[in-house]
């Protein structure tokens, strides 16, 4: 595996399959990569803590480092290339200035209308934005692979993608299941910051997100998923059914909904999310349940 730094020296991998990360990299991850190894092409994971799309008082300096680690398993995993830029690299302009491009950039509607982590955290759409169409630009991959756990950035790249063709080209953006422990957590960089109890308590996501499956309405699912995040003593942010394409708010289960959750155990904010299939109004009974599978952990 070569270790890039400079955006020079990413002109050989130019229609490679792209993994973009901030690090502290878990199975989750793992499972991105072999993905994009399945592609056929060289693999390119960039590994970037973005301060852009860190709010003011988010946990930027916190946000774990390990980037040893993070390098080893890429190795193992046959990257071809991990890129791991500095700062001027990608935000030459400096990180106030980029700031100020990153507020001025034209989001799509999902990432700004659904009140969702857009109203939680209100600049990180754009951070995300600027980050990634910076990444783009310069390792012009064929292919890119996102992780369905963080569904409205998924739903941002790929609207941001289709509506600059002219930029991107035929990129590819791919969707990547949801990786979860065996007792159901959804992975993620964040969860070693749980301690023992706060882990057991944020168990309470799956299990709420399960429990909509028994919903006939997606308000019912919504109260369904209150009292049982509630019950564990998590704050929420939101816990809601939505248009699985727009992500404004439904009434039924007529056509394709997520359903997403966003809370806090103590002080770590998690998020999770499933998909609902749509469902037939005129059946009395639940028919996806079999459908409501999460899938399986990494071997
Ligand atoms: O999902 C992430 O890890 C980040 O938001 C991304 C896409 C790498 C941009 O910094």
Redesign the pocket.
């Known amino acids: 595996m070569i270790l890039v730094e400079s955006p020079k020296h990413l002109a050989a991998y130019a229609g490679c399959a792209f993994v973009?990360?901030?690090g502290a990299l878990h199975q989750g991850h793992a499972s991105l990569v072999k993905r994009a190894r399945e592609s056929g092409k060289p693999t390119v994971v960039?590994i970037?803590?973005?301060p852009t799309?860190f709010g003011p008082t988010e946990d930027l300096d916190r946000y774990p480092r390990t980037l040893d680690a993070d390098l080893a398993l890429l190795e193992s995993l046959g990257t071809a290339a991990a890129y791991c830029p500095p700062i001027d690299a990608l935000y030459p302009e400096g990180i106030a200035a980029s700031m100020q491009v990153a507020s001025a950039l034209a989001l799509p509607a999902v990432a700004t209308e659904p009140r969702l982590e857009d109203l939680c955290r209100p600049s990180h759409f754009a951070?995300?934005a600027l980050?990634?169409g910076r990444?783009f630009d310069q390792v012009r991959p064929a292919s890119a692979y996102?992780?369905e756990k963080?569904y409205q950035?998924l739903r941002l790249?790929e609207d941001f993608v289709a509506t600059e063709r002219e930029r991107f080209g035929a990129l590819e953006i791919v969707r990547c299941p949801t990786l979860r422990e065996s007792d159901g957590l959804a992975m993620s960089?964040r969860n070693r910051f749980l301690s023992a109890p706060s882990r057991a308590a944020a168990l309470a996501l799956s299990r709420a997100l399960r429990a909509t499956h028994m919903a006939f309405r997606p308000a019912d699912a919504e109260r369904m998923m209150r009292d049982e995040l509630t019950k564990s003593g998590l704050a929420i942010e939101y816990a809601v059914v939505r248009d699985a394409n727009t992500l404004l708010e439904v009434q039924t289960f007529e056509a394709p909904t997520r359903v997403l959750i966003a809370a806090r155990c103590e002080a770590v904010r998690l998020i999770d999310n499933v998909a609902m299939p749509a469902r037939d109004p005129t059946k009395s009974k639940c028919p996806f349940a079999a459908l409501f599978g999460f899938a399986a952990p990494s071997e």
């Open positions: 973009p990360t901030m960039s970037f803590v973005n799309q951070g995300v980050v990634v990444l996102f992780g963080d950035q790249v960089s």
